[in-house]
């Protein structure tokens, strides 16, 4: 199961757009602790940010230069980017909280806010989406992945399978029957930083599919041609 080498990145993923520097940092350093973060402290960089990767959860202050979180929001929903976002915000009244939902946010936190609370309120919508599983097992169809052991099943029967090919089978169940480039794959599994090139995306998708297909599960996993890949059992 173990492989050498620089362990990979933590899976679940969590974009933090907050133009208070001192906060977003403290807030960065306190999410790491559980997730991987990236940052950013203007609207349009996060929008940015939020339109090119995929992540599992976008915590969002609506304050912010350039472009609010509001209208960050707004084009997220209208792009069909269906990511939860929590919204951080200093208003408190009942219009705001009303037009922040009306807009496609998942929940909505009123600063100053408890770390705790912000913790809770992060789990309770990861596990809404199926990220986040307080059993630690992760389900689509018949594929079982129990994730603190690292360990995947078949209708019951193990996969044996790497550290990586768990980590990019996991990444496509998160994700599944929503298209994942090449370069989300990459950079989510081994990280842009890594020595390896891209093209060891395909080797462990070709790696993964024979070892669903040895347990009765062909199939998929489909190419997206000149895209990348999708999980969907179309069975």
């Not at 929590?86 to 770390?115: C, I, N, Q, W």
């Not at 930083?193 to 669903?212: A, F, G, N, P």
Request: no cysteine; aromatic share 8%; hydrophobic share 45%.
């Amino acid at each position: 199961m173990m492989e050498t080498g620089i362990p990979g990145p933590k899976i679940m993923k969590i974009l933090l757009i907050e133009d208070d520097l001192p906060l977003l940092e403290s807030l960065r350093r306190i999410l790491e602790k559980e997730f991987e973060v990236e940052t950013a402290a203007t609207g349009d960089n996060g929008l940015f940010l939020a339109e090119q990767n995929i992540y599992d959860l976008i915590v969002l202050d609506i304050m912010l230069p350039e472009i609010n979180g509001l209208d960050i929001l707004t084009t997220l929903r209208k792009k069909e980017i269906e990511v939860p976002v929590l919204l951080l915000t200093a208003k408190d009244s009942v219009e705001d909280k009303v037009r922040g939902l009306d807009r496609g946010a998942d929940d909505y936190l009123v600063k100053p806010f408890e770390v705790q609370e912000l913790l809770a309120r992060i789990r309770a919508l990861l596990r809404r989406r199926g990220a986040f599983k307080p059993d630690g097992i992760l389900r689509y169809g018949a594929i079982r992945l129990h994730l603190k052991k690292q360990e995947g099943y078949v209708n019951g029967f193990p996969l044996q399978l790497t550290e990586k090919e768990f980590l990019l089978l996991e990444f496509l169940v998160q994700n599944a029957k929503q298209i994942l480039t090449k370069e989300q794959l990459y950079d989510r599994v081994w990280g842009f930083d890594s020595l390896t090139s891209l093209s060891i995306v395909e080797l462990y998708i070709h790696y993964l599919r024979k070892k669903l297909s040895a347990n009765g599960l062909s199939g998929v996993i489909h190419t997206i041609r000149g895209v990348g890949y999708m999980l969907e059992d179309r069975s």
